[in-house]
């Protein structure tokens, strides 16, 4: 349970990832240590194959995402990665949150005129996010060059406004 | 030695397609996964089972002609019940003539006569068939199977049909679904790398599976499906408007009588299949002298199933957009299920994924054979494939204020795993009641109740002090198991489990006695027969080890040793106690230790030279 992912497929610790290298890593692995290929080994070593196959199934569900990697990595390091504070979220976008709210008020007391308001600022928060994840992108270089604190700091800051948009973007997914 | 290394080698497994309507068993055939028939020469198991006159229990084709002249005796599509409560199955009941006993709570028990049974019961009673019949087939004694289930089944209902397979007899080594079976029969691995849909529709369940192929490896990346949705609703479809027709034309309402349904059920399944092949058909039905002819055209019929096609069609769309596919990237398709001969259905799929899918297999066997096949990969006799398959349903826990937290989520590669610490809400307290759930939704009432897990004899501290982690893991089955350890001493913590639908561990051993008790001469003689086969084993690998040189390097009292404990072994061969003939296999397994070992660490040897070089 304590496994590091990394090591895992034997990898040093990284946030970006060549994922093709990833698959195969993993499928060669799953060729190693599925159920279904040490079944006819003794209980104990088929035993120990499931644990590691849902280990496996666990670290490459975790680390091909760029997202669950990250917080994996924050994690590791020692980071607290819980409730996001507002101090993580930009001014103006607190501002459009407002105005979201009010039009969704609106609509749920049955007034659609709100609709083009919600459909333009899903598209604002959708491009936030693209930044966002330009943002994170970058840092993700960064840490990986020089494994320094502060870059983890600030992609610990970026995710959790990133999460915080994500709602957004949730709640704007009226249907029509 | 010898026993390990040649004896396991002859237990055959096979694959078993339990399905709704029909069963069919299957084996690796040397290359080439192949049905076997039952003694009749049908492949196909009818998933009936009756309770004759004098109290014997049949089940299949004989057991199907039953539900015309003893209806209250006979049972069918038993798996619309498998792993559900009687909450769960009201809307079945209307459609379906189940007799559910009085007094079935969490476990539904069906009335065959003056008997009731639980689903998974009634379901071994299929499996004891095909079990005979594989043995009568392959004259070898079958002990162990893979049987499929549809990709769309929760826990509840895979535990179900595992159970099954232990009543009957089977130690089932895997359940493996049934759209991933098909892609395996397709055998698809000639192509080196692609994305595969296949779709399934059968007799009471839909499956769709998207698959990603890469060089001998099934990876699943998503399924989707509804577990009630199949033949059978078509069925019901022209079963009310013949009735209906009957009731305007003969002033009579025959839906009371069990063998006048089942009459006019076969009749309307008939002329339901002969539509997949003829713009038009008759209905013709006669029942008390009177008949009724009802001319059906195919452009009728698909008017009356197009909505049932089309639910179909939902969660296919789903599963693409959870695989992360489009149309245009699935590069074949696979039609399992006898529903996808009717062209209605046929179309439909190639319109939505535009791509002409694959019917060169027959539907009603190909998840059978593809069973086989999976079989033959957990043997070792088909190698370079494996299928990673996916948990269908997220798997939660219920949270204060009944909101379900999820620990995995649907479509994660099976075995998955996922930990969570627990601790205690009060001074004192000595247990945590965890519950269990699957499903999509965010309250746990709307959710699928898995199990309730007592954490029990956490030993008394403040509140928010213990810490207890306990671990989820699904298996290659799809099956969870919960494991619960103290944080703080590292010991393991007692965990009692209660099912919310199905059998307890203590339940399905009882219901395996019982049937063992049943049937223990049954049990006796095939015994015998699978310790006469190990004998053989062992005889042929001691006859083919005293051809080698090892052999030539023992010394005379050892040989003797060996070729006393061979006649020994023979001498017993033919006698009726099972306990005997093991008893001098072992004698004899363990005088020709030492030159097994000598004869391995050769090879093994001679391997690590081959491999060296």
């Known amino acids: ?176 | 030695m010898f026993q390990i290394e040649f004896g396991e080698n002859d237990d055959k497994v096979v694959g078993i397609d339990l399905g709704t309507t029909n069963s069919l068993v299957a084996w690796m055939n040397l290359t080439k996964p192949e049905v076997l028939p039952g003694e009749d020469g049908d492949k196909l198991v009818p998933s009936v089972v009756s309770l004759t006159t004098d109290g014997a229990i049949i089940a299949g084709n004989a057991a199907r002609k039953e539900l015309i002249d003893h209806p209250d005796r006979t049972i069918y599509s038993v798996k619309r019940l498998m792993g559900r409560g009687v909450a769960d199955v009201q809307d079945e009941l209307k459609l379906f003539p189940f007799r559910i006993a009085e007094g079935s709570d969490s476990v539904i028990q069906v009335r065959l006569g003056e008997r009731t049974f639980t689903p998974p019961e009634v379901s071994a009673f299929v499996l004891k068939q095909l079990k005979k019949n594989a043995e009568a087939a392959l004259g070898a004694p079958v002990t162990k199977a893979v049987i499929t289930v549809p990709a769309y089944f929760n826990d509840a209902q895979r535990q179900a049909t595992r159970d099954a397979g232990r009543i009957a007899g089977l130690e089932v080594l895997r359940l493996v679904n049934e759209p991933t079976a098909a892609a395996l029969a397709y055998g698809l691995d000639k192509r080196k790398e692609g994305i595969i849909a296949v779709y399934d529709l059968g007799g009471g369940t839909f499956d769709i599976s998207i698959l990603r192929l890469h060089d001998g490896i099934f990876e699943v990346l998503a399924t989707n499906g509804d577990t009630h949705l199949g033949g059978d609703d078509i069925d019901n479809r022209l079963m009310r408007i013949a009735l209906e027709d009957i009731q305007s034309e003969w002033k009579e309402d025959i839906s009371h009588s069990g063998e006048a349904v089942q009459t006019l059920r076969r009749d309307v399944i008939a002329a339901k299949e002969a539509l997949s092949f003829a713009p038009v058909v008759h209905l013709k039905f006669s029942w008390n002298g009177k008949s009724y002819d009802r001319e059906l055209t195919r452009e009728l019929f698909e008017g009356l199933i197009k909505d049932i096609v089309d639910r179909t069609l939902g969660p296919c769309r789903d599963c693409m957009k959870d695989a992360g596919v489009t149309p245009e990237q699935i590069d074949e398709v696979v039609m399992v299920g006898g529903s996808t001969r009717i062209p209605l259905v046929r179309s439909a799929v190639e319109v939505l994924f535009r791509a002409r899918p694959h019917t060169e297999l027959n539907p009603d066997e190909v998840v059978a054979l593809g069973a086989a096949v999976q079989a033959g990969i957990l043997s070792g006799t088909v190698e370079n494939q494996l299928l990673l398959d996916v948990t269908p349903l997220s798997l939660g826990i219920e949270m204060y204020g009944g909101v379900v937290s999820k620990l995995i989520h649907r479509n994660s590669t099976i075995p998955a795993s996922a930990g969570e610490v627990f601790t205690t809400g009060v001074d004192g307290q000595t247990n945590v009641l965890i519950h269990v759930l699957q499903g999509e939704r965010e309250l746990a009432k709307d959710c699928r109740s898995l199990a309730r897990f007592d954490l029990k004899g956490i030993p008394p501290m403040p509140a928010g002090m213990a810490r207890i982690e306990v671990r989820f893991l699904i298996d290659a089955n799809g099956i969870l198991s919960v494991t619960a350890k103290d944080a703080r001493t590292g010991q393991e913590q007692s965990i009692e489990v209660k099912p919310s639908y199905g059998l307890t561990d203590e339940q399905v051993e009882a219901m395996i006695e019982a049937s063992i008790e049943h049937a223990q001469e049954d049990l006796d003689a095939a015994q015998v027969a699978m310790a006469r086969v190990d004998a053989d084993g062992i005889l042929a690998a001691v006859a083919k080890a005293q051809r080698d040189a090892a052999y030539d390097g023992l010394d005379g009292e050892e040989r003797a040793c060996i070729e006393a404990a061979i006649r020994e072994v023979q001498a017993v061969y033919h006698s009726d106690d099972h306990e005997k003939i093991r008893e001098k296999i072992d004698l004899l397994n363990e005088v020709t230790r030492g030159l097994a070992e000598t004869m391995m660490n050769t090879a093994v040897r001679g391997a690590l030279r081959g491999t060296h070089v």
């Open chain 1, 1 to 176: 349970m304590t496994a590091d992912y990394f090591a895992f497929f034997g990898l040093q610790p990284a946030l970006a990832l060549d994922l093709k290298d990833l698959e195969k890593r993993f499928l060669d692995l799953s060729r190693r240590y599925h159920p279904d290929l040490n079944a006819r080994k003794p209980a104990a070593e088929r035993e120990a194959a499931l644990e590691a196959s849902a280990i496996l199934n666990d670290a490459y569900r975790t680390l091909r995402e760029p997202i669950a990697r990250a917080m994996y990595l924050l994690k590791r390091e020692g980071f607290d990665i819980g409730e996001q504070t507002t101090k993580d979220v930009p001014p103006e976008l607190l501002e459009e949150v407002f105005e979201l709210n009010m039009a969704l008020e609106e609509l749920k007391d049955g007034d659609t005129d709100a609709l083009p308001q919600i459909a333009a600022a899903r598209e604002r928060f959708l491009a936030s996010r693209n930044e966002v994840d330009g943002e994170i992108g970058a840092k993700f270089a960064e840490w990986d060059a020089q494994h320094s604190r502060d870059t983890l700091s600030a992609i610990r800051g970026l995710l959790n406004r990133r999460k915080y948009i994500s709602n957004l973007i949730e709640k704007t997914n009226v249907p029509d």
